[in-house]
């Protein structure tokens, strides 16, 4: 007969059954207590993120934008895009690369507003009111002044612009009679630079971006380049982005929140292009901006834009700007700034990219201007493959014209290569990248599957037709600054 357990073993096991329970059973609730540690800690971070706060308690909520957090990397609006110019009075290319003016460009615009309007700018000269000089071309920026107005008194129109231009408060004044609603940003508080951008959102699905100013010389007086994106709601609302932080920053005493709240990213940069159609062909497309400070998470700033563009191109660099100065010309101390020119001359040398430089001359280029680009077109030398040039492109002026103060220069501000088309706002010095605030356009669209060019081509077409036209003079060791 089989006999039971001793006592003693009995109590041990029983024992031993009991403390395991309460260990289980702690187990259970430190589990459970973790779960809740963990929810909480996560609801604190998600409420840092989603908060619209500045980096100052005392500082005014950043408002949501108006837009929308950025869609998936794929839109299908039927976009599409037209380039777009001024070509100032007198200005006769022997060539039949030609596009639609900016004036009308800005008329249809107007025309195909319905609820909105913003426009970013750097100021405000429509009328001939401030040159005292009476001439006559004055009329279509006058114009433009005038449906502005009247639009404003219909629909929402915001004007962002750089504070203390005292030039523009007549044409402002103006627009804010009629109920347009205006904000100037202090940048020079802010960055120690100003609000050089261009651009207008027209019922958050139209763009215009380019070179103009909101100046009557722009339409008539000056050479002019820009892009209008027509029926792009994802672009557009992408540009609006911008658009809000220059919208926040021109309420006083803001500050630029470190980091911007996440209302103001993108998921669209140089690495994650947005894709869509562009007249008919697939493409890539991103909106850079600067300074860095301004650029909310996913931005890609428009220095390291230039940077990746110039390094990508495997056959050729073609730059239209209207100055380029590797320094940093407005600080103080004025002092040397590498990043573009050290890139021109590394994808030269490293890749045998071929580069072409069209860059302005007139009466109020930077005396040293011209020694840096003599420095560029040296690195000439066809026996080893190394090939920049650089020309000057004057815009000739009759005596009457001469009298118009900042008129008859190429205005310009784009880059074009074998597989990019980049649209600017800003000139090419350092100051523009660091401290001002400006934005630009890269297309990649080299491959077309429509019977329209592709912006890349019409682009370089443009570049082209002024490099090889009597406006344009090589630079060498022996120019003298005199044309």
């Not at 940069?269 to 850079?288: A, E, H, I």
């Not at 563009?309 to 990508?312: A, C, F, R």
């Not at 000057?392 to 008129?407: G, R, W």
């Not at 009597?470 to 022996?478: A, F, G, L, V």
């Given at each position: 007969?089989?006999?039971?357990?001793?006592?003693?073993?009995?109590?041990?096991?029983?024992?031993?059954?009991?403390?395991?329970?309460r260990?289980?059973?702690?187990?259970?609730c430190?589990?459970?207590?973790?779960?809740?540690?963990?929810?909480?800690?996560?609801?604190?971070?998600?409420?840092?993120?989603?908060?619209?706060?500045g980096?100052?308690?005392?500082?005014?909520?950043?408002?949501?934008?108006?837009?929308?957090?950025?869609?998936?990397?794929t839109?299908?609006?039927?976009?599409?895009?037209?380039?777009?110019?001024?070509?100032?009075?007198?200005?006769?290319?022997?060539?039949?690369?030609?596009?639609?003016a900016?004036?009308q460009a800005?008329?249809?615009?107007?025309?195909?507003?319905?609820?909105?309007?913003?426009?970013?700018?750097y100021?405000?000269?429509?009328?001939?009111?401030?040159?005292?000089?009476?001439?006559?071309?004055?009329?279509?920026?006058?114009?433009?002044?005038?449906?502005?107005?009247?639009?404003?008194?219909?629909?929402?129109?915001?004007?962002?612009?750089?504070?203390q231009?005292?030039?523009?408060?007549?044409d402002?004044?103006?627009l804010?009679?009629?109920?347009?609603?205006?904000?100037?940003?202090?940048?020079?508080?802010?960055?120690?630079?100003?609000?050089?951008?261009?651009?207008?959102?027209?019922?958050?699905?139209h763009?215009?971006?380019?070179?103009?100013?909101?100046?009557?010389r722009?339409?008539?007086?000056?050479?002019e380049?820009g892009?209008?994106?027509?029926?792009?709601?994802?672009?557009a609302?992408?540009l609006?982005?911008?658009?809000?932080?220059y919208?926040?920053?021109?309420?006083?005493?803001?500050q630029?929140?470190?980091?911007w709240?996440?209302?103001f990213?993108?998921?669209y940069?140089?690495?994650?292009?947005?894709?869509?159609?562009?007249?008919?062909?697939?493409?890539?497309?991103?909106?850079?901006s600067?300074?860095?400070?301004?650029?909310a998470?996913?931005?890609t700033?428009?220095?390291?834009?230039v940077?990746s563009?110039?390094?990508?191109a495997?056959?050729?660099?073609?730059?239209?700007?209207?100055?380029?100065?590797?320094?940093?010309?407005?600080s103080?101390?004025k002092?040397?700034w590498?990043?573009?020119?050290?890139?021109?001359?590394?994808?030269?040398?490293?890749?045998?990219?071929?580069?072409?430089?069209l860059?302005?001359?007139?009466?109020h280029?930077?005396?040293?201007?011209?020694?840096?680009?003599?420095?560029?077109?040296?690195?000439?030398?066809?026996?080893?493959?190394?090939?920049i040039?650089?020309r000057?492109?004057?815009?000739?002026?009759?005596?009457?014209?001469?009298?118009?103060?900042?008129?008859r220069?190429?205005?310009?501000?784009?880059?074009?290569?074998?597989?990019?088309?980049?649209?600017s706002?800003?000139?090419?010095?350092?100051d523009?990248?660091?401290?001002?605030?400006?934005?630009?356009?890269?297309?990649?669209?080299?491959?077309?599957?429509?019977?329209?060019?592709?912006?890349?081509?019409?682009?370089r077409?443009?570049?082209?037709?002024?490099?090889?036209s009597?406006?344009?003079?090589?630079?060498?060791?022996?120019f003298?600054?005199?044309?």
């Open positions: 007969m089989k006999t039971g357990l001793p006592y003693e073993r009995v109590v041990d096991v029983q024992r031993r059954r009991e403390e395991y329970s260990a289980h059973m702690y187990y259970r430190g589990l459970a207590l973790a779960s809740v540690a963990t929810l909480l800690v996560l609801a604190v971070i998600l409420q840092n993120l989603l908060s619209t706060r980096p100052s308690s005392s500082q005014s909520p950043v408002p949501s934008p108006r837009f929308p957090l950025a869609r998936a990397q839109c299908s609006d039927p976009c599409r895009v037209v380039l777009v110019e001024s070509i100032p009075e007198g200005l006769v290319f022997n060539s039949s690369t030609a596009n639609p900016i004036y800005w008329l249809n615009l107007i025309g195909e507003a319905r609820s909105s309007l913003d426009i970013a700018s100021y405000w000269t429509l009328t001939n009111k401030d040159t005292s000089t009476h001439d006559p071309t004055a009329h279509q920026g006058e114009d433009v002044l005038k449906r502005l107005g009247e639009l404003a008194g219909k629909l929402s129109v915001r004007i962002a612009v750089n504070a231009q005292d030039k523009s408060a007549a402002l004044k103006l804010a009679s009629y109920g347009a609603d205006i904000r100037s940003v202090n940048m020079q508080e802010l960055t120690s630079g100003i609000l050089h951008t261009k651009f207008w959102i027209v019922d958050k699905k763009i215009f971006i380019g070179s103009p100013n909101m100046d009557w722009s339409l008539t007086q000056v050479k380049l892009a209008v994106v027509y029926n792009c709601s994802c672009l609302e992408d609006g982005k911008i658009f809000e932080a919208w926040f920053l021109g309420q006083s005493g803001q630029i929140p470190t980091p709240p996440s209302s990213s993108t998921a940069n140089k690495d994650t292009p947005l894709q869509l159609p562009l007249n008919g062909t697939q493409s890539s497309v991103y909106l850079s600067s300074p860095p400070s301004l650029c998470e996913g931005r700033s428009d220095l390291q834009s940077l563009v110039i390094q990508d495997d056959e050729f660099v073609y730059i239209a700007v209207m100055s380029y100065i590797p320094i940093m010309e407005y103080q101390p002092r040397y590498t990043e573009i020119d050290t890139q021109l001359r590394r994808v030269a040398y490293d890749k045998q990219v071929k580069v072409r430089m860059i302005s001359h007139w009466a280029s930077q005396p040293f201007m011209v020694p840096f680009l003599k420095s560029l077109a040296s690195i000439h030398d066809p026996k080893i493959k190394l090939d040039q650089v000057l492109f004057v815009v000739p002026s009759t005596p009457s014209q001469k009298q118009i103060p900042y008129a220069v190429n205005h310009n501000k784009y880059m074009v290569t074998d597989k990019i088309a980049y649209i706002t800003s000139n090419w010095s350092g523009y990248f660091v401290n001002t605030a400006g934005s630009s356009l890269v297309v990649n669209q080299t491959a077309s599957q429509t019977q329209e060019p592709t912006v890349q081509s019409q682009l077409a443009v570049f082209e037709r002024d490099w090889d009597s406006y344009s003079t090589p630079i060498d060791h022996n003298q600054g005199a044309i």
